[in-house]
């Protein structure tokens, strides 16, 4: 199959002239970009493979090197105002599963570099020489699962390797509206099954936080058990009242354990959650005693709690967050009170009497103090 067609529409001029850069040399465009132009979607890089060493040949054409990483053999280089990553072919194993892959050889045949590659959708190549420009290079189906829809891995071993891909896979599942395969789904299933805990969790977190989250993706996320790379135990009766937004918020539902190296901010977050939590006596907390604890918390500590069932969370978003009493220090002053710890008590108390009457207007609660504090009308 030839794309010149599709490739003609995808890029602009500049960057066709770019690529003419590698008419001599057995250059791809490679993986995710190959199946984005297929697809016709955007994307963000524009990842090349030379069959043979990348940094090499880098040297040996006209461009600006940016970047080098010699054990990987990749090379980042800008031509024009065009910034590009320039791979050699490569083989890889991986001898301590779940983690980085080591490099066995820079420089090997395109074949045996597509095979350490993810899935099917993600292992074509597109030559840009001029021999056989446009020319899809396609070893293992992944033209045709693309036209299916299918997502599919490349060997039984795949998830053993690199179980981030459970991940990816579930990322192109909603990226793209694609569906895992029957045989990737029974791997899938029996990895998850029997999962190897020894592995890389910075992997697992950057493919987590590179998901699209929705409502939807989570619940797939949930149904197919994909939640057991981050935690076992969370599986739980969530309450989705709302649709969070912020991907961090599915994290914290899962309360991912120290492996985990996310920023201290969360951190702190989920160590709140665990926190309240803990805690004895929720079920009979009155609405201002709800209303002080939460009000204090951050917002997306409440949300992540009432999605996790407690009551209390979800009554403070829903009924009393909104409740504000109008009086300010400033009136209190003009009342004739000190800046004292009393005013505080003061606050408090139209704030307790606000929560029970929602509707008390700013010359009520004034009224209220005059009443309660000044005995006098
Ligand atoms: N890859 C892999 N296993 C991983 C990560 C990446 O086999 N855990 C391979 C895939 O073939 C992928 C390529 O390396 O196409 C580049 O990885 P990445 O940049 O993450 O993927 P892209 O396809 O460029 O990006 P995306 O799919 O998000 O558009």
Known sequence: MNIINLYEKYFDEETKQVLETFSNYKVYLIGGLVRDILLNKKSNDIDITFEGNA???????NCEIISEHKDFGTVKIKIGNKNIDLASTRTETYPQKGHLPVINKIGCSLKEDIKRRDFTINALAMSLNK?????????????????????????????????SRILRGLKYSSRLGFSLDNETLATQENYLNNINYDMSCSRILS??????????????????NIYKLINPNA?????????????????????????????????????????????????????????????ALPIETVQILSIMRDKNAKKYLQKLKTIKI???GK???????????EMKTILDFILEQKITNPNLSKQDEISLIKTTFLNRD
């Open 326 to 328: 109008q009086t300010t």
């Open 207 to 224: 493919e987590f936080y590179r998901t699209k989250w929705n409502l939807d993706v989570f619940k797939m996320f949930i149904n197919q």
């Open 235 to 295: 599986k739980q009766d969530f309450d989705f009242w709302f649709e969070p937004t912020e991907p961090f918020i599915y994290l914290a539902l899962l309360l991912p354990d120290e492996r985990f190296e996310i920023t201290k901010r969360e951190r702190n977050i989920a160590e709140e959650i665990k926190h309240i939590q803990q805690q004895k006596n929720q079920q009979n907390m009155s609405d201002f005693e709800i209303y002080k604890i939460y009000s």
């Open 55 to 61: 940094i090499e040949l880098a040297k040996k054409i």
């Open 131 to 163: 021999a056989n420009f446009g020319e899809i290079i396609d070893y293992i189906g992944g033209l045709d699962d693309i036209k299916n829809k299918k997502i599919r891995i490349l060997h039984p071993q795949s998830f053993i390797d690199d179980p």
């Open 331 to 341: 009136d209190l002053i003009n009342l004739g009170f000190k800046p004292s710890k």
